[in-house]
């Protein structure tokens, strides 16, 4: 369970925003009481008066736990602190001075049926030492509920890399605002459900969490024109054409048209056909005024005509979603094709498209980011953590999405919601953030083991929690 809409902040952004809180007069050892008071908060709810052991390392992270065991040994609880080193001069020194119930090493502790875990938090960038990382998992494996402060020990804040940190911590509490670990990589087998609280720090950044979308009504006025035309290209695999097109249809497109060889397979009555013969057809077809916003890639094909069929596309100028085939067929050259186009375009890849359209270096926000910039285009990069990033810098992440997500033709699907969004006047990360909630949400009322076929038929439900 991941936060709808919540701020992103990498480790260096975080502590920037905790810089700039000092300078307005608010001490760190404020600071502290206000995420220990948070967290407790949380702790209190869940032990239900069992016994904690708190987790204290020698940083902040430690200073944030002693806050914790005092205030959860206040509120009636046994609290038996274990510390993995004596604390750091400063604030946490302080807290833990403040701290007069019992202590033990980190070594010596014994199992308890709630474990708070404040060993270390952001910032860790190598593995925890063998000794500790042995320790924490077993006591993390002996409790009954473990609560991470900020984050697991063991995670790589800005990559979501683990570092030592053990499967089984149940929640964590994030403070101020989420990290990239949260939402990326290993991070999302390892912090369990996300809590976010706020703890007086202002946050100010164009990376959040894809929120839940507000579609209009159509109005009195309203016509299949103004709710915009989509043109799906059909290839040489006609059922991903059609999976696109009716996801288009399904998700709020005034009027779908899918352009491709003569019509093959059954398709709902509503699905305008066009017939397109070669290259020269579908620049004449993609001229059309009343276009609103093209799908190509589903199904599309890897020969001399569906490469063809790129260029002009790639030349048109309407707005422009690029999938499957479409992203083989760009390959290396991604960026620089992308780049010299006008018109805006959307690109969803999933990791090893993406991987050979772009490659890039750090997190998987980092490397969408730099795709983004170099292509200009809007990048959904797709997978169990969604990172969606625009040339303007601007991030949506979808966390925790249904892993039975995970079978073919559900992108297609994907790519014709997007397209559908587009349609009715979105841009950049906009459509596409909406396009990945509608999609998800679908995929959510699917249930297990569906296909993409049942996935086309949830959408309308999905856009009915969303007007």
Known sequence: MIPSGAPILSADAMRAAEEAVFARGVSQDELMERAGAAVAREALRFAMGRPALVLAGPGNNGG??????????????????????????????RMHARWQGPTTSLYGAPVRPVVIDGL???????????????????????????????LPSGMDTDSGAELGAPRGVNATVALGALKPAHLLDDGLSRCGHVLLAGIGIPVDTAWRTVSRPHLSTPGPQSHKYSRGLVAVIEGTMPGAGRLAARAA??????????????????????????????????????????????????????????????????????PLVLDGDALSLLGTGAAAALAAREAPVWVTPH?????????????????????????????????????????????????????????????????????????????????????????????????????????????????????
């Open 351 to 467: 990791g090893g498209e993406f991987d050979r359209m772009f490659g890039g270096t750090g997190s998987k926000i980092d490397r969408t980011l730099q795709a983004a910039a170099a292509s200009g285009a809007t990048v959904v990069h797709k997978g169990g953590d969604t990172v969606i990033a625009g040339p303007d810098g601007s991030v949506r992440v979808l966390a925790g999405a249904s892993p039975w997500l995970s079978t073919a033709g559900t992108g297609d699907v994907l790519a014709g919601v997007l397209g559908a969004q587009i349609g009715q006047g979105g841009s950049g990360v906009d459509p596409a953030a909406a396009a990945v909630w509608l999609h998800g949400r679908a995929a959510q009322l699917a249930g297990p083991a569906f296909f993409a076929d049942q996935l086309v038929a949830q959408l309308a439900e999905a856009c009915s929690e969303c007007l």
């Open 64 to 93: 944030d736990a002693y806050v914790v065991a005092r205030l959860l040994r206040e509120a009636g609880l046994d609290v038996l602190v274990a510390a993995s080193g004596a604390p750091k001069p400063g604030a946490a020194e």
């Open 249 to 318: 249809m399904a998700s709020g497109a005034g009027y779908v048209m899918l352009a491709g060889p003569e019509p093959t397979g059954p398709a709902p009555d509503a699905l305008v056909r066009r017939t397109i013969d070669d290259a020269d057809d579908l620049a004449d077809f993609l001229a059309g005024d009343r276009i609103d916003a093209v799908v190509l890639g589903p199904g599309l094909g890897r020969d001399r005509r569906a490469e063809a069929f790129l260029r002009v596309g790639l030349a048109a100028d309407k």
């Open 120 to 150: 270390f938090g952001i910032g860790v960038t190598r593995p925890l030492e063998r000794s500790i990382a042995a320790v924490f998992a077993e006591l993390v494996r002996g409790a009954d509920f473990t609560l991470a402060i900020d």
